[in-house]
C-alpha cells in the first residue's frame, strides 16, 4: 500500500542554520504531497501542498518540491528560527486516503 | 470560513470509565471526518473516519467506537477505558478531496 518515510530525528540546529528534512514516498497512483507542522500541545496545522509532479509548495519560509524520479518531497529552509520548533510530518494522499509519516522533531537553540 | 472544535481540551480518567470526545466543524457541509490517536512522542494512526452521516469505518480494532449523528459532528466514545487508550485525540475534516484540517486536539490520560 501506499507509504510515506521521512528522516529519523530529532534535528537540531542552531538558529538562522539551513533546514532538510527529507521524505521519500511510495505510491501506486499518483498522490498530493503534504507537509504539516505540529508545535507543542497543539493539533497538525497544513504547512505546504504539492499535487503533482515537479510542484513546488512553499509557506512562511519553507519548501518542498514533488519529484516523482526520485518519488521525494524533502522539506527545507534557508534559515531556520526558534520559533520553527516543532514535530514536521510528511503526508500523501491518494483516493481519499491519507498516509502520514512518523514525524521529525526539530529543536532550533538560539 | 471553516473550523474545528474540539472538547475537552485535556481530560484524566480512571481505568474502566466512560469516554466521550466531541468534535464539530463549522463552515462546511458533508464534510469527511477523522479521528486519530498520537501517542506520546509517536506518530498518527488513525482510528475511523466518515464519509456522511451514520457511515463509519473503524481502521483499528479496539475499545473504542465512534458516531456521526449529525453532518457535522463525529464522536468518539468508549464504554471501559484502558491504560492504553491514554494519548493525543485529533479529529479531522476534509472536503472531496485530500487536504485534512485538524482540531485542536484532547489530551487523554488514563489513571
Known amino acids: 500500500g501506499d507509504s510515506v518515510t521521512q528522516m529519523e530525528g530529532p534535528v537540531t540546529l542552531s538558529e538562522e542554520a539551513f533546514l532538510t528534512i527529507n521524505c521519500t514516498y511510495t505510491a501506486t497512483g499518483y498522490p498530493s504531497l503534504f507537509w504539516y507542522v505540529q508545535y507543542p500541545g497543539e493539533g497538525l496545522q497544513l504547512l505546504l501542498k504539492a499535487t503533482k509532479a515537479d510542484d513546488k509548495g512553499s509557506n512562511k519560509g519553507f519548501e518542498a518540491t514533488y519529484r516523482k524520479e526520485t518519488t521525494s518531497f524533502h522539506l527545507e529552509k534557508g534559515s531556520v528560527q526558534v520559533s520553527d520548533s516543532a514535530v514536521y510530518f510528511c503526508?500523501?494522499?491518494?483516493?481519499?486516503?491519507?498516509?502520514f509519516g512518523a514525524g521529525t522533531r526539530l529543536t532550533v537553540k538560539p | 470560513s471553516q473550523t474545528i472544535h474540539q472538547w475537552p481540551a485535556t481530560l484524566v480518567q480512571p481505568v474502566g470509565s466512560p469516554l466521550s470526545l466531541e468534535c464539530t466543524v463549522e463552515g462546511t457541509s458533508n464534510p469527511n471526518l477523522y479521528w486519530y490517536r498520537q501517542a506520546a512522542g509517536r506518530g498518527l494512526q488513525l482510528l475511523f473516519y466518515s464519509v456522511g452521516i451514520g457511515q463509519i469505518s473503524s481502521e483499528v480494532p479496539q475499545n473504542l467506537s465512534a458516531s456521526r449523528p449529525q453532518d457535522r459532528q463525529f464522536i468518539l466514545s468508549s464504554k471501559k477505558l484502558l491504560l492504553s487508550d491514554s494519548g493525543f485525540y485529533l479529529c479531522?475534516?476534509?472536503?472531496?478531496?485530500?487536504?485534512?484540517?485538524f482540531g485542536p486536539g484532547t489530551r487523554l490520560l488514563v489513571l
Open positions: 503526508a500523501l494522499s491518494a483516493n481519499n486516503d491519507m498516509r
Open positions: 479531522a475534516w476534509s472536503a472531496f478531496q485530500e487536504t485534512q484540517y
